[in-house]
């Protein structure tokens, strides 16, 4: 036994707080022999510092009564909860009882606590007693029917017409209290009542079988009015309580908690059907367990609090001003250790309530996050700080927004834009700047003074670069990935002829780059101003700029290929998440757009090309008419015929012919606007498109 020599405050959910003076019992051993594995005297199982301990050296019969009460609290604390005990709790009552009988052998006979009395034996009815006499007697006569508490029976007559001497048991209560120790009370009577009929019965009896079906059946019907009285005594979030109690005992992600109480809660209903009521209520609480936007639900979950609490830590550190333009002392551990713990909350915690916390304040949580990381230097934890944007991006579509909106993805070009980075940080911002652009989102005016042409094209020349490097192809294809991305804030537009004979923008020697002269000031809102910005290079409502760095390069070979391998397997490289809204396809966008003018149209080869249309064809075959996809690459279709090169070609023309007359034939309405399309073709090309 042991007692504690100072006051400690746990820390840790697997730890126990206790004051001066206070008594416990070690019942394991632990991992680290600074703690120790013991039980306190109200039934809490947990570890305490070893240093706060000293042994006590009572009396044997002390001891004895300390793990006593020991058992009794841990008992008592599970009767509480329903009668349902951790594995903590059964792993501790296993070494109580050892440690008991251990003790009980050590203490004198004299001195031994009175052990309690055992209940007195089930005493015979007088109806039993007469059927005994006589089943002696052998005279072959039926049992009457039990007489359970709360339920009277009239007398049964034996089979020889002559009445059984009966006695009725006296009326008792019915079963009140918990619904779970009426249950267990009322099971074991009956119990009692069939080991008294088999006792009781004699050879030739065949009243039995009614008796126990009749028994069972009674039974059943208690059960399920203490099921029922239990159902309403249930919390409506008890599912999100099973749940913290598996991950605070296992240490496993959220979702997998909820999957292991899930399971269990099912399993135990088919195969316990008495319990399927009390198991489905429980289950419906998943429900109001997964919606967002309700604002308290943080405050009643572990995960909520924990992240509220990170996120105020790594606050003081971004407030820190001194610390942060120079530093007194080194704190790099210290925040990457909050920041190493943010990161797995926020991958393995509650899905709902992290979003919740982030959107406190109108997402004042993210808001932080991107002040620090513009004020923190050193590469580890800038390094960290990618890592948690990257987990922020994959939680929800708004967090997306948010960051699409402030100052992070200009941070992040910026970066990009320094020739001095390493290859590492440019995979690690590539990467995370991709996910921020990969819904679409429309971006601030100012953020095009930085993500402009020049911006374009570096990205087009690491495509070139880094793909004829085995190590560093990864790269380019994030690099395409961030083009693709980036020519999702301008909108398509239509093919047109005589807008393809046009030059897109003066010849290249005449082209500006923006060379970091302009300024861009952030504001205390994290908004953006610009100052002496050309914008002729920044508005994204005027000419689309990847367009035009494209149609002005002389080597777009990796970028043809890795592009059209994208199209031929249906592959989506923005396609990160299942956020909605969905947005459109990003490789089949850069395809029509750069089908959209006859210059652009130009990079593809010949075989590439016809590539294109063996694709086109097999989709229009492929896909049904209520697809919108099929819309899509009918536009591809116009576009290539108008301002590629399949006029001089013409590669497939049957088979072309064949799908566009199929889909001419189709009635119904959802086929409307693909057959306009396909008669604007045919008034254009009537001898092409005749059969």
Same mark, same amino acid.
């Given at each position: 036994m ?7 405050k ?7 707080g ?8 070690e ?5 680290d022999p600074n703690?120790i594995?013991?039980?306190s ?8 510092p ?6 006590d ?6 001891? @004895?009564?300390?793990?006593?009460g020991?058992?009794?609290a ?7 909860r329903?009668g ?9 009552l296993?070494?109580l009882?050892e440690? =008991?009988q251990?003790?009980?052998a050590?203490c004198p006979?004299?001195?031994?606590p009175?052990?309690?009395p ?6 015979r009815t007088?109806?039993?007693?007469s059927?005994?006499?006589? !089943? ?17 029976r009239?007398p049964?007559i034996?089979?020889?017409?002559s009445?059984?001497s009966?006695v ?9 209290g918990?619904?779970?120790?009426a249950?267990?009370?009322?099971m ?7 080991c ?6 004699s050879?030739?009896?065949d009243?039995s ?16 009015t ?6 309403s ?12 109690e598996? =991950?605070s005992?296992?240490?496993?992600s ?6 292991v109480?899930?399971?269990?809660l099912?399993?135990?209903g ?13 289950l ?14 943080w405050?009643?979950? !572990? ?5 509220v609490?990170?996120l ?5 550190c971004?407030?820190?001003e ?15 250790t909050?920041?190493?713990d ?6 393995n915690?509650d899905?709902v309530?992290?979003r ?7 997402? =004042?949580?993210?808001?932080t996050?991107?002040?620090y990381y ?7 934890l =800038?390094?960290?700080?990618l890592q948690?944007?990257g987990?922020v991006?994959?939680?929800s579509?708004a ?5 699409s909106?402030s100052?992070f993805?200009?941070?992040l070009?910026r ?26 989102d429309?971006?601030?005016y ?6 402009n042409?020049r ?12 793909n004829e490097?085995?190590d560093?192809?990864s790269l ?20 047109? @002829?005589?807008?393809a004979?046009e030059?897109?923008?003066p ?8 060379d ?15 100052n ?7 508005m994204a409502?005027?000419?689309n ?11 777009t070979?990796?970028f043809?290929?890795?592009l ?29 757009d ?8 130009s ?20 896909l049904?008419a209520?697809?919108?996809?099929r819309?899509?690459?009918?536009? @591809? ?7 590629g090169?399949w ?11 064949? !799908?566009?007359s ?15 399309l396909i008669?604007?073709?045919t ?7 005749s059969s």
């Amino acid at each position: 036994m042991l007692r504690a020599l100072y006051t400690y405050k746990g820390t840790h959910a697997r730890t126990l707080g206790f004051l001066v003076g206070e008594k416990f019992m070690e019942i394991g051993p632990s991992r680290d022999p600074n703690w120790i594995h013991v039980t306190s005297e109200r039934g809490s199982v947990g570890y305490v510092p070893k240093n706060y301990m000293s042994a006590d050296d009572a009396p044997p019969v002390d001891v @004895l009564e300390f793990i006593d009460g020991c058992i009794e609290a841990t008992h008592l604390n599970a009767s509480e909860r329903g009668g349902n005990y951790t594995k903590s709790e059964h792993d501790a009552l296993h070494k109580l009882v050892e440690l =008991r009988q251990e003790w009980y052998a050590k203490c004198p006979p004299s001195v031994h606590p009175n052990k309690r009395p055992a209940p007195p034996p089930p005493q015979r009815t007088t109806s039993q007693l007469s059927v005994e006499s006589t !089943s002696s007697q052998a005279s072959v006569g039926s049992l009457p029917s039990p007489c359970l508490p709360g339920t009277p029976r009239t007398p049964s007559i034996s089979a020889s017409g002559s009445t059984a001497s009966l006695v009725l048991p006296p009326k008792e209560e019915p079963p009140t209290g918990r619904g779970t120790e009426a249950c267990t009370s009322f099971m074991a009577r009956g119990e009692s009542l069939v080991c008294d009929e088999s006792s009781g019965s004699s050879e030739g009896h065949d009243t039995s079988i009614g008796y126990e079906s009749e028994m069972r059946s009674d039974v059943d019907s208690v059960v399920q009015t203490s099921i029922k009285s239990l159902v309403s005594q249930v919390p409506n979030d008890y599912l999100r309580t099973l749940v913290e109690e598996v =991950r605070s005992s296992t240490s496993i992600s959220y979702t997998t908690s909820h999957q292991v109480v899930e399971v269990v809660l099912k399993s135990l209903g088919s195969t316990l059907p008495v319990l399927n009521p009390l198991c489905n209520h429980i289950l419906c609480s998943k429900g109001t367990d997964q919606v967002d936007g309700v604002s308290e639900q943080w405050q009643q979950s !572990s995960d909520g609090r924990h992240l509220v609490e990170l996120l105020e830590k790594l606050r003081e550190c971004k407030d820190d001003e001194q610390q942060r333009s120079w530093a007194l002392h080194e704190d790099e551990y210290t925040i990457a250790t909050h920041l190493t713990d943010l990161l797995d909350l926020l991958n393995n915690g509650d899905l709902v309530v992290c979003r919740n916390v982030l959107s406190l304040d109108d997402f =004042r949580p993210l808001l932080t996050l991107v002040q620090y990381y513009q004020m923190e230097t050193r590469w580890p934890l =800038r390094k960290l700080l990618l890592q948690v944007f990257g987990a922020v991006c994959q939680m929800s579509a708004a967090n997306i927004s948010y960051l699409s909106a402030s100052v992070f993805p200009v941070e992040l070009t910026r970066e990009m834009l320094d020739g001095n980075c390493s290859l590492e940080v440019l995979r690690y911002t590539s990467l995370v700047l991709g996910m921020v652009l990969c819904m679409g989102d429309t971006l601030p005016y100012p953020h095009f003074c930085v993500m402009n042409e020049r911006f374009v094209r570096i990205l087009l020349d690491g495509i070139e670069t880094y793909n004829e490097d085995p190590d560093n192809e990864s790269l380019a294809e994030l690099y395409l990935a961030l083009v693709l991305a980036f020519n999702l804030q301008y909108t398509t537009q239509p093919p047109s @002829l005589d807008a393809a004979q046009e030059p897109l923008s003066p010849p290249p020697d005449s082209l500006e780059y923006f060379d970091g002269t302009n300024e861009i000031k952030q504001n205390d809102n994290n908004s953006l101003e610009v100052n002496n910005i050309d914008k002729r290079t920044s508005m994204a409502d005027s000419e689309n700029i990847v367009l035009k760095m494209l149609w002005h390069r002389k080597e777009t070979k990796y970028f043809t290929e890795k592009l059209l391998l994208l199209f031929n397997r249906e592959e989506d490289p923005l396609a990160m998440f299942d956020h909605e809204p969905r947005p459109p396809n990003s490789v089949l966008k850069m395809m029509r757009d750069l089908y959209s003018t006859r210059a652009t149209a130009s990079i593809f080869y010949t075989n590439d090309e016809k590539v294109v249309c063996d694709i086109i064809i097999r989709q229009l075959t492929d896909l049904p008419a209520d697809d919108k996809r099929r819309n899509e690459y009918l536009h @591809l279709m116009e576009g290539v015929i108008l301002t590629g090169g399949w006029m001089e070609h013409q590669h497939r023309l049957s088979e072309l012919r064949n !799908s566009c007359s199929n889909i001419l034939a189709e009635e119904e309405p959802v086929s409307l606007d693909d057959q306009k399309l396909i008669k604007r073709l045919t008034d254009v090309h009537p001898l092409f498109f005749s059969s």
